[in-house]
Nanobody, 120 residues
Framework: QVQLVESGGGLVQAGGSLRLSCAAS????????MGWYRQAPGKQRELVARIISGGSTNYADSVKGRFTISRDNAKNTVYLQMNSLKPEDTGVYFC??????????????WGQGTQVTVSS
């Protein structure tokens, strides 16, 4: 069984910062890519940032220069440092990971989501 547990969401004023964390645990053989998605009310879930096992990253245009994704492979944890937050960054942020379990099956996993609210 594999689990992703997120933390770090909250309420912040525009221009502020938050750091999200997502830790993967369970029967993990390897983690391929990890990323963050967000879903605003009434909108579809969208990719915010992703980091692959080699360290390459990609970001949504709307967060480039403000958000930084990083990964601690030893802890099976991915982070999202969010600076210069804007009200339009408000939403539920979900961690996603492509994981090969010890049984050698590979699947995508989602965390439960953490709320980020940016007030103007």
């Amino acid at each position: 069984q594999v689990q992703l547990v997120e933390s770090g969401g909250g309420l912040v004023q525009a221009g502020g910062s938050l750091r999200l964390s997502c830790a993967a645990s369970g029967s993990i053989f390897s983690i391929n890519h990890m990323g963050w998605y967000r879903q605003a009310p009434g909108k579809q879930r969208e990719l915010v940032a992703r980091i692959i096992s080699g360290g390459s990253t990609n970001y949504a245009d709307s967060v480039k220069g403000r958000f930084t994704i990083s990964r601690d492979n030893a802890k099976n944890t991915v982070y999202l440092q969010m600076n210069s937050l804007k009200p339009e960054d408000t939403g539920v942020y979900f961690c996603n990971a492509d994981i090969t379990a010890t049984a050698r099956s590979t699947a995508g996993y989602w965390g439960q989501g953490t709320q980020v609210t940016v007030s103007s």
